[in-house]
């Protein structure tokens, strides 16, 4: 290999002691930290005493790129002449000749939903997640398992910014004993300053590429369908003090397997507009909860703090017509429901349906008219979580998919929308 010149980062991140069981470097795109982060890998395995180690990322191939080739810096060129390809029962891998024994670092991948499948039964050391926000759930939890039991157990983890609430973070970066570095463009020592400046000045154009790309900032991605919701400026920590409410209700969604979500909603007059305030969010993704019981929880103790802390009393409660189940057990708790406005007679032009729902949703974002209070008790983590997930297919059809609190909001938007700005 030729003589490599790290940053100060780089170094100060491959030699620092292995002291967390999980190492998440995430950052700009070309920042350098997946070269750096396949370096520390490297120096993991020849410390570790355990034999047989994994690299996933979301296909095979992607695996092998980024970490076992790496532009020529991976690992068969780390331990160019110590190392062979091989394949046995377990897969593909990596044979290394090392001081402390012989090592077989596996690489599968880890994108699809039965890609955990490839590695049950395996007994790992430590593991190496290429853009780990783009990996299945289950494969991520089930490398967790897989070193359990190891010697010296470490897990390493390479991301460019997920959006704010993707589910990698409060699922594995706030769960595990995690050390986190953030990394941007000056990290890299082969790009100049002149490139940097030059980069820059690019993505100053686009808000988004500025604050992902260039500040590596988490941040709602494009080619989601709610893109346009900032959360700098659509996200209050609580209701604006100079706002005029004129009106409350409650919109909901849910389903027999599905998450059931009811949001209070206000409509105030707020800086020449009339606007909506998303202000309360009762939320449960479980399936060991019976409706009955969330209906119990709804009635007794989410809605009577909504009137007491907001001082209002509701107009109405706007549930899907296809959640039957969730209005009777609503109403067997004394709370009259409608069925709410779902979209389906609606045509706008050459779009019908729910695309024009969503097209009112984006509308009323966009036109300063929807904002969200992000209220301790009920705050706002399903919400924002959703909306920077929910997205559209190759057709840009919606993906049934991180969608339960879209519904709602799209139901609790078509009665502002259509009574208040159309």
Request: hydrophobic content about 35%; glycine content about 8%.
């Amino acid at each position: 290999m030729p003589a490599i010149k790290y940053s100060p980062k780089q170094a100060a991140f491959i030699t620092r002691p292995f002291l967390n069981c999980l190492d998440v470097a995430e950052g700009s795109p070309r920042s350098g930290k997946t070269f750096a982060a396949t370096a520390r890998f490297a120096l993991n395995l020849l410390r570790s005493r355990d034999r047989a180690h994994l690299v996933t990322g979301y296909s095979q191939e992607q695996a092998y790129r980024l970490v076992l080739e790496g532009d020529g810096f991976g690992l068969t060129h780390i331990f160019e002449g110590s190392c062979e390809m091989k394949h046995d029962d377990n897969g593909d891998h990596l044979l290394l000749h090392l001081p402390n024994g012989d090592k077989k670092v596996y690489y599968k991948g880890g994108g699809k939903v039965d890609s955990r499948k490839a590695i049950t039964g395996l007994s790992l050391g430590s593991v190496y997640f290429c853009e780990i926000d783009l990996l299945h759930a289950d494969m991520v939890q089930e490398c967790f398992r897989r070193t359990m039991a190891a010697r010296d157990r470490y897990h390493i983890a390479d991301l460019n910014p997920p959006a704010p609430q993707h589910p990698v973070i409060g699922d594995v970066f706030d769960v595990q004993d995690t050390y986190w570095t953030h990394w941007t463009l000056e990290d890299n020592p082969i790009i100049t300053p002149e490139r940097i400046e030059e980069i820059r000045q690019v993505c100053l154009r686009n808000r988004f590429l500025y604050k992902r790309d260039f500040l590596g900032e988490r941040c709602i991605p494009q080619g989601v369908i709610y893109a346009m919701f900032d959360q700098e400026e659509h996200l209050l920590p609580r209701m604006p003090g100079d706002a005029q409410p004129s009106e409350m209700f409650f919109a909901a969604d849910a389903g027999l397997t599905d998450a059931t979500t009811v949001s209070c909603n206000i409509i105030a007059e707020w800086r020449g507009k009339r606007c909506m305030f998303r202000v309360a969010n009762w939320y449960y993704d479980g399936g060991d909860k019976a409706l009955s019981i969330q209906a119990r929880e709804i009635s007794q103790n989410f809605a009577p703090y909504c009137r007491e802390k907001f001082k209002m009393r509701e107009s109405c409660w706007l549930v899907d017509p296809s959640s039957k189940a969730l209005r009777k057990e609503l109403e067997l708790c004394r709370i009259l429901t409608d069925g709410a406005d779902n979209n389906a007679r609606d045509v706008k032009g050459n779009k019908k349906g729910l695309a024009v729902g969503i097209e009112y949703a984006q509308n009323a974002i966009s036109d300063g008219r929807f904002y969200v209070v992000d209220e301790p008790n009920y705050g706002a983590y399903h919400f924002l979580q959703e909306i920077g997930l929910y997205c559209v297919d190759d057709n840009g059809n919606p993906i049934d998919k991180y969608n339960h609190a879209m519904d709602e909001f799209r139901y609790a938007n078509n009665y502002f929308y259509k009574r208040y700005v159309l």
